[in-house]
C-alpha cells in the first residue's frame, strides 16, 4: 500500500512560481510511474504531467508545457511538480497519483492505484 500526501498550494498572483511536493509512505516510489492532475471548479479531473520511474520519460498537458516541470527524487520518495507563470486558470486542487506500471495510459486517471487527498493552488488575475 503506498500513501501519497501532497504539500505546496497555496494563493498567488499570476505570474508567481509554486512548488508543489508528494511524499510517499508505506512503500518507496522508486519503481511506480506518478503524475499529477488537477481539477478546477465544476470541471472534471484532467492530467497535467507524468513522470516514469526511470527518469527517462516525462509528459505534460499542452496547457501547462513549457511552464511546469516535473521531477522526482527517489531518495526522499518525493515527486515534485514545479509551476512557474501561473494563469488564473491553473487554478484546481491538484492530486498526484502513482501506479506500479508505466504505459501509454498515463493520462487516465483511472490507471492509477493510489492518490493523494490533493493541494489546493489558487491563482489570482
Known amino acids: 500500500q503506498v500513501q501519497l500526501v501532497e504539500s505546496g498550494g497555496g494563493l498567488v498572483q499570476a505570474g508567481d512560481s509554486l512548488r508543489l511536493s508528494c511524499t510517499a509512505s508505506?512503500?518507496?516510489?522508486?519503481?511506480?510511474?506518478v503524475a499529477w492532475f488537477r481539477r478546477a471548479p465544476g470541471k472534471e479531473r484532467e492530467f497535467v504531467a507524468h513522470?516514469?520511474?526511470?527518469?527517462?520519460?516525462?509528459y505534460y498537458a499542452d496547457s501547462v508545457k513549457g511552464r511546469f516541470t516535473i521531477s522526482r527524487d527517489n531518495a526522499k520518495n518525493t515527486v515534485f511538480l514545479q509551476m512557474n507563470s501561473l494563469k488564473p486558470e491553473d487554478t484546481a486542487v491538484y492530486y498526484c497519483?502513482?501506479?506500479?506500471?508505466?504505459?501509454?495510459?498515463?493520462?487516465?486517471?483511472?490507471?492509477?492505484?493510489?492518490w493523494g487527498q490533493g493541494t489546493q493552488v489558487t491563482v489570482s488575475s
Open positions: 497519483a502513482a501506479r506500479p506500471v508505466d504505459n501509454s495510459n498515463y493520462r487516465y486517471f483511472s490507471s492509477y492505484n493510489y
Open positions: 508505506g512503500r518507496s516510489l522508486r519503481t511506480y510511474a
Open positions: 513522470i516514469n520511474w526511470s527518469l527517462s520519460n516525462t
